[in-house]
């Protein structure tokens, strides 16, 4: 099939570029999704818009709300690289880290990651862990929203068609938090058959706040918040820890493929809730 490539220089004539053929442009970053969708003539545009040239969306940078702002195109490699990051959101490099192999490390974005919303994706959990938000652009003016609301049904979200993903925002968070993210495949490099992104915060021997976030386990990433709430001013002790990861397993929506069953992927879940809130339940004693 052929395309033409659109290479914008600023985000202003992406915007611009977009808002004349919205239904059939697409916005490439890293295509190490995309490319492969329309080499299997699953999507079949009739220009390809290229954010490579637009160095805006390529920072790392705090805001002026010491929020970490994160643009779209900064690949999975520049994350793991990133001082910053490993300072203020290190679950996020954990999650990154164990994406694919290095090939997509190295070219493949964090907002095509958003974007694409692959079932078993590894950035989302730790991004809605974090309590992170989207920022997004057209020629309307630009909205700022929760991941949780962008991130809407299996490969489905809710940009809108003349919209750019221009970056990720990651609220200033106590460095109280332990966290963790773990995932089970049965082969390195997979999707996650179950991601788990936990953090605790604990005063003493009490779990102030949690936050747990579950990807593979349902059409998209989502918190537990109902098990969320059940480990909140508690002891993390077995008892605890098991009531709380029946409750995350019970609140996911996980559908069967080739790779699992739905049963299998409701058992793990419960299975790794748990394996993460016992290693994070560790390093609060030993800390």
Excluded: W
Excluded at 200 to 211: D, H, I, K, N, Q
Excluded at 265 to 282: I, S
């Amino acid at each position: 099939m052929k395309f033409e490539v659109l290479e914008p220089r600023t985000l202003d004539e992406a915007v611009f570029l977009l808002s004349k053929c919205p239904e059939e442009t697409r916005v490439i970053a890293g295509g190490q999704s995309l490319l492969l969708m329309i080499r299997a003539g699953l999507v079949m545009p009739r220009f390809l818009l290229s954010l490579s040239n637009v160095k805006e969306l390529s920072e790392i940078r705090l805001t002026p709300e010491k929020n970490v702002y994160i643009g779209a195109t900064v690949t999975h490699r520049k994350v793991l690289n990133s001082q910053l990051l490993s300072q203020q959101a290190a679950i996020l490099l954990q999650a990154v880290f164990r994406i694919g192999s290095t090939p997509v490390r190295n070219f493949g974005t964090l907002g095509g990651n958003l974007c694409h919303n692959e079932m078993g994706s590894d950035p989302p959990p730790a991004l809605l862990a974090l309590n992170a938000s989207v920022e997004c652009v057209s020629a309307k003016g630009k909205r700022k929203l929760p991941l949780r609301d962008f991130l809407t049904d299996y490969f489905e979200t809710s940009l809108k068609p003349d919209e750019i993903l221009t970056g990720i925002e990651i609220p200033s968070i106590s460095s109280s938090f332990k966290r963790v993210y773990l995932k089970h495949t049965f082969r390195s490099g997979d999707l996650a058959l179950v991601g788990v992104a936990a953090m605790v915060s604990m005063r003493a021997e009490t779990c102030e706040e949690m936050r747990l976030a579950l990807g593979g386990v349902g059409p998209v990433p989502f918190r537990a918040i109902a098990a969320e709430r059940l480990g909140r001013q508690r002891k993390l002790d077995n008892s605890a820890i098991e009531e709380i990861a029946a409750a995350a397993a019970d609140a996911s929506d996980p559908m069967g493929d080739a790779h699992a069953s739905a049963d299998y992927r409701r058992k793990m879940a419960r299975v790794f809730v748990r394996r993460a809130l016992q290693e994070l339940a560790r390093a609060s004693e030993q800390a």
